[in-house]
């Protein structure tokens, strides 16, 4: 952020990043539409489509304002097989990501990514370094291979991967005098970025956010991220709030474990480290709480002001937008593709359920308390209870997997900090860190119910 309080990321104002991105992503995905659908090859992986964007436009692109720039979209063969495996319309992605402008999100995290959201809260787009773009695209058979078999999964789901990249001439040269030794000196500033799935709601005000690894060095939210209004907090500070942890019925519990063990088994497999699970935390008791509140301080000029800004309050605009847009008959839930009970305990019956029941996905073991009216702000996270007893419902979902030790082992050599033996360590080191992240939310995040919940039966009105 610069004096005049421009945000920009690697020197480009991100509002002309994020201009660049939808165009890019708009013609990449649209452009997609004419190529047959197929199986995807093996080296369909590796292909990368590069397509240039001049400002004055050109006949496969449209004209902008901006600098030239160039857009590469990586794998768009195996990427729109991953979305459709996803249940992602063509249609629906572009709508979602190149319709409306972008929300730009404060990140927490000491990389300097940048994340944007897009307005229906279901794509995340966060920039990547260079390595992390080379190991995704390395990980990319192997990460299919896995998703294929598995869609019971928290790991984040890749909708894309793609490149912006800025002409840069020498001064007094354009483009079609340059030559390519100009490029070369000068180089353009490349921009990579995922399209990622959110995992938690904006429209709700979650309680709590907690990002977390299983370690406790180092794992406490700084001040500055604690006087935030919407803080994610870290292992130490979820310890301190929830000694007890947070309680799941057993069937939920079992589920959830299943699914993160699977999931930290690829990991290790990829020698990935560093990963988090991110929790969000909806407390429907509290919620109701500061509703009432709220509706004895403030009249009822709430109205007038459409509910913005009220926790929690499930913005009816967006429900509008989506079902006539889309045309499409559902409410607008987080995750529209899935959402974190369909995460753990699989979507078969998916588009049954949205038919029928447009309040609560059905699942299983739903408690009876999950069909009352309010849980319809905030549908698909999965029911807990806090020690004090208080109705939750969680939002999750593991982040942040493009760290391989392989890269970090490399980083350490140079930087002379080893102080084990380098080798006898590296083989164990993405074990370790996928054991210690699950023993801590098998038995300090997550616990059993000692009772289990009143289940009602599966079918709601
Ligand atoms: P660092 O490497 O320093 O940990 P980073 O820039 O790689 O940070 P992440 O760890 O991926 O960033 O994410 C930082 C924060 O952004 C998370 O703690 C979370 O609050 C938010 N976030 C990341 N991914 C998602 C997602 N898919 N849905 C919702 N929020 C997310
Ligand atoms: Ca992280
Ligand atoms: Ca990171």
Redesign the pocket.
């Known amino acids: 952020v610069d004096k005049s309080g421009i945000v920009s990321y690697k020197k480009k104002p991100t509002s002309e990043l994020m201009a660049a991105i939808q165009l890019g992503i708009g013609q990449s995905v649209g452009g997609l539409s004419s190529k047959p659908e197929r199986d995807v090859l093996m080296q369909d992986f590796g292909v990368v489509e590069v397509v240039f964007f001049p400002g004055e436009g050109s006949n496969l692109t449209p004209a902008h304002h901006y600098s030239d720039f160039r857009f590469k979209t990586y794998a768009p063969v195996a990427f729109r097989y991953f979305r459709d495996l996803f249940g992602i319309q063509p249609d629906d992605f572009m709508l979602s990501l190149c319709d409306e402008p972008l929300k730009e999100l404060s990140?927490?995290?000491?990389?300097?990514?940048i994340?944007y959201l897009t307005q229906d809260d279901e794509f995340?787009i966060?920039t990547v370094q260079h390595k992390e773009a080379d190991f995704l695209q390395k990980l990319l058979p192997g990460y299919f291979l896995n998703i294929s078999q598995n869609k019971r999964t928290l790991l984040?789901k890749f909708y894309g991967l793609y490149c912006y990249q800025n002409e840069v001439w020498l001064k007094g040269t354009t483009r079609k005098h340059a030559t390519k030794d100009d490029k070369k000196q000068c180089g353009g500033k490349n921009i990579r970025f995922t399209v990622?799935?959110?995992?938690?709601p904006s429209t709700v005000k979650l309680h709590e956010?907690y990002?977390m690894k299983g370690s406790t060095y180092k794992r406490k939210a700084s001040k500055h991220e604690r006087s935030k209004s919407s803080p994610?907090l870290k292992d130490l500070d979820f310890m301190d709030n929830h000694p007890d942890g947070l309680q799941l019925d057993k069937d939920t519990y079992d589920a959830l474990i299943k699914t993160l063990q699977r999931d930290c088994r690829v990991l290790e497999s990829f020698k990935i480290m560093d990963y988090?699970l991110?929790v969000g935390i909806y407390n429907l008791d509290l919620a109701n709480k500061e509703k009432q509140q709220q509706a004895q301080h403030q009249s009822n000029d709430q109205f007038d002001r459409g509910g913005r800004g009220y926790p929690p309050h499930s913005d009816t605009r967006n429900v509008g937008r989506n079902s006539l847009q889309r045309g499409k008959s559902f409410k607008t839930r987080i995750g529209q593709y899935s959402t974190p009970m369909e995460s753990i305990q699989g979507n078969t019956d998916l588009t049954e359920d949205l038919e029928e029941d447009e309040d609560v996905p059905s699942d299983f073991n739903t408690p009876h308390w999950l069909s009352s009216s309010h849980v319809s702000d905030c549908p698909g996270g999965i029911p807990a209870r806090n020690a004090k007893g208080e109705r939750l419902l969680i939002y999750l979902?593991i982040?942040?997997i493009l760290q391989s030790f392989r890269l970090k082992k490399r980083l350490e050599h140079t930087m002379k900090s080893i102080v084990i033996d380098g080798d006898t360590i590296s083989v164990h080191r993405p074990s370790y860190y996928a054991q210690r992240f699950l023993q801590y939310h098998a038995t300090r995040v997550f616990r059993k119910t000692p009772t289990p919940l009143k289940h009602s039966p599966s079918k709601k009105k």
């Open positions: 990140n927490p995290g000491a990389s300097g990514s994340f995340i966060k984040p990622m799935n959110n995992l938690l956010k990002d994610t988090s991110l979902g982040i942040d």
